[in-house]
């Protein structure tokens, strides 16, 4: 073992200003096994897609083999043997197997597709990992877990000695993931080296001889051996200081049950969920992505036709399953992906703001603009959205300033049950703030509110109870006393569960 | 901290913006084919171009089919839709009216005339525009398929139905009431019915558009249908209104097609669609969804008629009408998308 096979040297990477990663210096040694950890948005696939050639770092810079590399494509990288299993599976999903696996150098004879020798080259790649797939199946009909074996094989086909895996499990079954970890380990044995990035705990301590944490874009520390303890992970993880933006709620004795929800199913999202949330509470849902936490808020706003379950909102009973109603009796979404549910971009702030209260600002289908004008007026002063005017498009703020803009629609409403999916993805620092003691203004105003965060120091610091998921089901409940994010992290991602794992 | 101040044009300036960019097209036009028009002109003679007769039957009668029809197909574009069956539809339409009416007495009174020779032509094309609308919410596909599929099917039953290929049949007439008294009714020696009938309809799309909550929630669909559902907007419900009122629209077209000419044929509006869609586009329609208006849909014809007119008027060979026409649609709307790109810099 070579120590620095693959050396990081203070690399730096912002999207759109946001900084991804800042000043990341990292050794990795030959043939080893090397995670990297963080939260949501700490920068840890992006490190890995540096090193892929698919993100060029701002600055700083990478070596391999004692070579200093700067790739400028994946193209380049694969010259220098790094190949990368993505999270989202790239494939062009009506062609065969055969013809993805041998996309981009297709074997030719007399200028046509040579398919014996393109299928036998694809059999030998699946073969190489021990899988067994008909080549001629298109992508299509295959799982996610095949999809993902057919990746392998086509990243070992350009015969790297770099193997990076994004979060490899996140859409696997149990048995799927313990087929891959198998064959990561197999993959380790023949010297390939490896980088693992997930934040599942138990598959890292497993499958790496080493752990990086990373937290807020920077370099956290590193765990090797015996010191890759879930409690060591944790302080690593979570040691911030930058929690003290998050106002503490405020808001005090919770009122009477506004939303009670009992036995909630949906077939392969969730199952079984019971719970209540009251006037004036803010109840937090914890889970790693696909838990089912934004499946919940789907089926309780209405969009869900699967769903079902006993919903009722001060006593009245909710049909489940369509917005309309859902709408009626009070329930709000300020959705999770804002540009696509949130808001109609190319419309103006006012128009977007009056969208779910037109009847109320029209008289026979007549549109009242002035009262319109005067709805976003005010929404703009109690918000405090900056924008060019109340008419300018919503395309034109800052990440921000758009979800005020949603929060705002639904505010005009005045329901009186309102779901946060994500509330400050994507938005800066200071927004954020704005955004949670807007989330708490309106909790002490009486709103019964969900929030969903995969951010805990959100989670831990604005909600008066946690519920935590883990794969469709609830697995613990924390009161405000019991909340942190050591607490929720180990709940989330099933180190130490509490009811005992299926 | 996020400071900086959005400096992209609000969407409605943007709007107008485009609007008057299209006048000024238009106004171009007009002096350049009003010049002409006097030199041209042979001594003692009016401009050829400028004068009441090029000016009403030479361009706002013929253009009033399609104003009318693409104000329609706006709506349906904004909501990021499309509807080829509208040719067919005027077809369909003219036919039906033809029928009922050639069955009245030629000298029939106005007050029996006039309801039926209205509303029949009406009646077909908000059916059709609602089978359309149903067949696009109902079974969710894709409009260009499904209205691809009712064009070849409305234009078929235009040939099957009727006994003969031109309505009205041998011998007989429709009504004048109709035809005469109400289509071509003279005012000041003009006869300006359709362009009265076509500028009603504009003010209409204009109304229903800028002042309805209707409009808003087609603009709302077409920018960003998810949104538009998670307002508790009824997206279906939306849609097939959309398609309706595109039907009708083309009823209405037919119905005025069929009073100026006094009969309607198995091939009445055959190919108005691209025609009717290019003037929609040329109009400043998005076919993304979200954009257009019914002041554009209308100078977007104007523009297409005048350039029609501006070959008779400068004694082009006809050969190259449509050369030009298609040279026109790709040049409006390449300076419509450097305009919006020059803005958003």
């Known amino acids: ?502 | 901290m996020n400071a900086t101040a959005p400096v992209s044009p609000s969407s409605k300036r943007r709007l107008r913006m485009q609007e008057f960019g299209l006048a000024g097209v238009v106004l171009l036009l007009a002096i350049i084919l009003g010049t002409y028009g006097w030199h041209d002109a042979a001594p003692g003679r009016p401009n050829t171009f400028l004068n009441p007769d090029n000016l009403i039957d030479g361009i706002a009668t013929p253009m009033s089919y399609y104003a009318i029809m693409a104000i329609g197909l706006t709506l349906v574009i904004i909501t990021g839709g499309i509807d080829i069956s509208v040719g067919a539809v005027m077809a369909l339409s003219a036919l039906g009216g033809a029928a009922v009416l050639q069955t009245l007495p030629e000298h029939a009174p106005a007050i029996q005339v006039l309801p039926i020779a209205i509303l029949v032509p009406l009646l077909i094309g908000t059916l059709c525009g609602a089978v359309n609308g149903g067949l696009i919410v109902g079974l969710r596909l894709h409009p260009f398929i499904v209205t691809l599929g009712t064009m070849s099917i409305f234009r078929g039953l235009a040939n099957v139905l009727p006994a003969e290929k031109t309505l009205p049949s041998a011998g007989r007439q429709l009504p004048k009431a109709f035809t005469l008294d109400f289509m071509r009714i003279e005012i000041g020696g003009l006869q300006p019915m359709p362009l009265i009938i076509m500028l009603i309809f504009v003010a209409f799309g204009w109304f229903y558009l800028r002042m309805l909550v209707a409009g808003r929630e087609t603009y709302a669909i077409g920018g960003n249908e998810e949104a538009a559902r998670f307002s508790g907007m009824r997206v279906g419900w939306i849609k097939l209104r959309t398609y309706t009122l595109a039907g009708l629209a083309a009823g209405l077209a037919g119905m005025v097609s069929l009073g100026r000419f006094g009969t309607a044929s198995t091939s009445t509006g055959s190919g108005y669609e691209l025609t009717v869609i290019a003037s929609a586009v040329v109009g400043g329609a998005s076919l993304l969804g979200g954009r257009g208006t019914a002041i554009g849909a209308l100078l977007g014809t104007l523009v297409i008629a005048l350039i029609e007119n501006g070959i008779v008027i400068l004694r082009l060979a006809q050969e190259y009408r449509l050369v030009i026409i298609g040279l026109a649609i790709i040049i409006a709307v390449s300076l419509d998308r450097l305009g919006s790109m020059l803005r958003n810099r």
């Open chain 1, 1 to 502: 073992m070579s120590e620095g096979f693959i050396q990081f040297r203070s690399v730096s990477k912002s999207f759109g200003g946001v900084a991804a990663l800042s000043g990341v210096t990292l050794s990795i040694a030959q043939g080893e096994c090397h995670g990297l950890m963080g939260e949501n948005g700490a920068g840890k696939s992006t490190l890995g897609k540096v090193l892929a050639g698919i993100h060029r770092p701002d600055e700083g810079g990478l070596s391999i083999d004692g070579k200093p590399q700067m790739f400028s494509s994946p193209r380049d990288a694969l010259a220098a043997g790094v190949a990368m299993v993505h999270q989202e599976l790239a494939f062009c999903p009506d062609l065969s197997v055969a013809e993805n696996l041998c996309l981009g150098r297709i074997p030719r004879k007399w200028g046509m597709v040579d398919r014996a020798s393109m299928e036998s080259r694809a059999k030998k790649l699946l073969a190489a990992i021990g899988v067994d797939l008909d080549v001629h199946a298109t992508m299509r009909e295959l799982s996610t877990a095949q999809e993902q074996l057919v990746q392998i094989a086509a990243a070992l086909g350009t015969e790297p000695r770099i193997l990076i895996f994004d979060e490899p499990t996140s859409s696997l079954s149990q048995p799927e993931a313990e087929r891959l970890f198998e064959l990561v380990e197999s993959l380790k044995a023949r010297g390939l080296t490896i980088i693992y990035v997930s934040h599942r705990m138990p598959e890292l301590f497993r499958l790496c001889d080493r752990i990086s944490v990373l937290r807020d874009g920077r370099y956290a520390g590193e765990l090797a051996g015996g010191e890759m303890t879930e409690s060591a992970v944790v302080r690593l993880m979570i040691g911030r200081d930058l929690d003290h933006y998050i106002p503490e709620h405020l808001s005090s004795a919770a009122g009477e049950p506004v939303l009670t929800v009992r036995h909630l199913s949906s077939p392969g999202r969730f199952e079984d969920m019971s719970f209540e949330v009251r006037a004036g509470e803010i109840v937090g849902f914890a889970g790693l992505v696909g838990a089912g936490r934004s499946e919940i808020a789907r089926a309780l706003f209405g969009l869900d036709p699967r769903a079902t379950g006993e919903v009722t909102i001060k006593g009245e009973r909710l049909k489940v399953g369509s917005i309309q109603e859902s709408l009626k009796a009070g329930i709000s979404l300020v959705p999770e992906d804002r540009k696509r549910q949130g808001c109609v971009l190319g419309m103006a702030c006012s128009e977007n703001i009056s969208m779910a209260v037109l009847p109320d600002l029209s008289r026979r289908g007549l549109l009242d603009r002035s009262s319109e004008r005067s709805l976003a007026g005010k929404s703009f002063a109690d918000l405090s959205i900056k924008a060019a005017s109340i008419e300018a498009p919503v395309q034109s703020l800052s990440g921000g300033n758009q979800q005020k803009v949603v929060l705002a629609k639904w505010l005009a409403r005045k329901g009186r049950v309102l779901i946060v999916d994500e509330p400050t993805r994507g938005v800066d620092v200071g927004a954020k703030a704005a955004i949670h003691a807007l989330v708490d203004r309106l909790a002490c105003e009486g709103f019964a509110i969900l929030l969903i965060s995969s951010e805990l120091p959100e989670l831990v610091h604005l909600s008066s109870r946690v519920i935590v998921m883990r794969e469709g089901r609830q697995v613990g409940e924390l009161s405000r006393e019991a909340v942190t994010q050591e607490s929720v992290l180990r709940l989330m991602s099933g180190v130490e569960s509490s009811p005992a794992r299926p």
